[in-house]
């Protein structure tokens, strides 16, 4: 059997891609992320290019007018440089001004729809990959990792472009005064330019590093915090501080490492550009000497030599970092790109009402070629108003069926349907909205808990939510609650007991009003006032629906209409509590089974 899940490697870095080899082909593919705001990166560029050309125009009549001065010229013939350079400071600040606000207005808006991107991508690929990613690494990814990427939209895309036309026109400049300075120039200019691949290899080994350093660190400190209690309860903080201390000792070697190659470069590209000067200093005081070159333009030479410099060497600071900025975008653009779990084949769904008769008709699925089918040659159905109950062993398959009716992953074998058609023929927003999942590991959002059941239907009314709320028994306790329903539940709704959040989840289920509904031991290691409350806000919430129930308890599976019972991914038996007493088969061992463990 074909699994049609991908053996993801535990790493947002995306080690099962292969790399693109160069640092600039992996920076490529950083470029479709500015979509429409290339045009504001393409102003800030002109921008920049004219206020370098004014700053090299300031910078020669500058060093003019002193060599002017120092050869005894009136000052009345001075003045009119002098009014020239002064026109060109009003200029000089609005382009330079320009440069900047283009390109972080550029950066920001990218990075904002870069990270609209991450998220999206968390919601396309949920849960299959997720499952097999620590939160913390992702929240690495779509946070810092996003604002990494600042570094090359904002100070990257405009000086290399500046870079490239600057230097330019300044050899050319030497070049009207001497065409040995140009011909001195040139090859400096290319030698400093180059330094950023002389340690290539190096720098993209110590981003990788760094990023995944960051990436370990921020999730194994997202554990620490969401598993306080446990830490405390077992007396596992030394355990928990040194792993995390072992971890901020490689952060550390990794910045060390990375700060070890930048300051070699740093020193590379100084005294690259001192040598460049000098050279210019040196021919250009040998052809003042020799007569080939005006005293005047001498100081000028000197001055557009180490202001050709400087393009370059901005560029190279910043390429210093791009190795850093290219890792994080390789784990960007391998999320945006990874393909999801499950793919929309149509646009639109069957045409007319969609009758919520639910059928799995020999399915089969395992989540790895390697593994064992999670389910396989599975049948049942499920009817308008009908509650059906799957039992069995942990691992018999009984959430891997609510997975796939929920399309989280596809079916390798067989069928499932909805109304006489594939849940393939449906867009997956379409699918779910006909189905309601109420899990057995409930997640509230650190908001009230009126936004947390307007979850399910954002336009509710107030009445609504409340209306909701009473029929899933939570109405009582909510009420009862200092600020009611604009109590705040706490991150992971840690302020709510278990039987509340399973009731505030119920809440939002009745909400959405889906006809389907799928429970997944929602009443699972609830007390027996907890597990009474939410029973009966399960029967209030099954009223009229087709549901699917994965159950454990007893008290539930005996309130169910029929019950198929899975023993390693098949199905065992199928029929009512009596009918599957009275047959005594695998049905009364399971039945068997929990007695004992609650017996002891």
């Known amino acids: 059997m074909t699994a049609v899940t991908h053996d993801h490697r535990h790493d947002t870095g995306g080690e099962d891609r292969v790399r693109p080899r160069s640092l600039s082909a992996r920076l490529r593919v950083l470029m479709p992320l500015l979509g429409e705001h290339r045009k504001l990166i393409a102003v800030a560029y002109l921008a920049g290019a004219v206020h370098q050309l004014l700053a090299l125009a300031s910078a020669g009549i500058g060093a003019y007018v002193v060599a002017l001065a120092a050869t005894g010229t009136p000052a009345g013939e001075l003045t009119g440089w002098i009014v020239l350079l002064a026109a060109l400071i009003v200029p000089l600040a609005f382009f330079n001004v320009a440069d900047s606000v283009f390109a972080h207005v550029a950066a920001f808006r990218a990075l904002a729809d870069t990270r609209g991107k991450v998220y999206a991508a968390f919601e396309r690929l949920s849960p299959g990959y997720m499952l097999e990613r620590r939160s913390g690494d992702l929240g690495s990814a779509a946070i810092a990792d996003v604002e990494q990427i600042e570094l090359f939209f904002a100070h990257t895309l405009s000086p290399l472009a500046v870079a490239t036309t600057v230097p330019v026109a300044t050899t050319v400049a030497l070049g009207s005064f001497h065409w040995s300075l140009a011909a001195a120039l040139v090859p400096v200019l290319l030698v400093l330019a180059s330094v950023p691949a002389w340690l290539r290899r190096r720098a993209e080994t110590h981003g990788r590093e760094l990023r995944e350093s960051l990436g370990r660190i921020g999730a194994d400190s997202a554990d620490t915090f969401q598993g306080l209690r446990e830490l405390v309860n077992f007396g596992g903080r030394e355990q928990r501080l040194k792993l995390l201390r072992r971890e901020g000792s490689r952060l550390a070697a990794a910045k060390a490492r990375h700060g070890r190659r930048s300051g070699i470069e740093y ?8 040598v460049g000067i000098l050279v210019v200093l040196v021919l250009g005081a040998r052809l003042v000497a020799e007569g080939e070159l005006a005293a005047t333009a001498f100081p000028v030479a000197v001055v557009l030599a180490a202001m050709s410099m400087m393009p370059v060497l901005k560029v190279t600071e910043v390429a210093r970092e791009l190795s850093v900025v290219a890792a994080a975008a390789e784990r960007i653009v391998t999320l ?241 509590h009596a009918e599957l007493v009275a047959a005594d088969g695998r049905y009364v061992s399971l039945l068997a089974a929990q007695l004992d463990e609650e017996s002891v």
């Open 267 to 274: 020193s590379a590209t100084d005294t690259i550009a001192l």
């Open 336 to 576: 945006i790109e990874q393909p999801p779990p499950v793919t929309d084949l149509v646009d639109a769904g069957p045409a007319g009402p969609i009758t919520p008769v639910v059928r799995f008709d020999g399915v089969g699925f395992a989540y790895r070629d390697d593994l064992r089918p999670a389910v396989e040659g599975v049948s049942f159905e499920i009817r308008p108003g009908e509650t059906v109950a799957l039992v069995g062993h942990s691992g018999a398959g009984k959430s891997t069926c609510a997975n796939l009716l929920l399309r989280f992953w596809d079916v390798a074998a067989g069928s499932i349907t909805i109304g006489g058609h594939d849940v393939r023929d449906f867009p997956t927003e379409d699918l779910r909205r006909l189905m309601t999942l109420v899990p057995q590991d409930t997640f509230l959002f650190n908001t009230s808990l009126r936004e947390n059941i307007r979850l399910g239907r954002a336009d509710a009314t107030d009445a609504e939510v409340e209306a909701a709320a009473r029929a899933a028994q939570a109405h009582q306790f909510i009420a009862e609650l200092p600020h009611g329903y604009d109590t705040v539940a706490g991150e992971l709704g840690a302020r709510m007991s278990g039987g509340q959040r399973q009731r505030v989840a119920i809440a939002r289920a009745l909400l959405k009003d889906a006809p389907i509904l799928v429970m997944d031991e929602a009443v699972s290691n609830l007390d027996a006032a907890s597990e009474q409350a939410v029973t009966a806000a399960m029967n209030s919430a099954r009223q009229g629906r087709t549901t699917l129930v994965i159950a454990h308890r007893l008290s539930t599976i005996r309130t169910a209409d029929r019950i198929v019972v899975l023993d390693r991914g098949r199905v065992a038996e199928t029929g009512t």
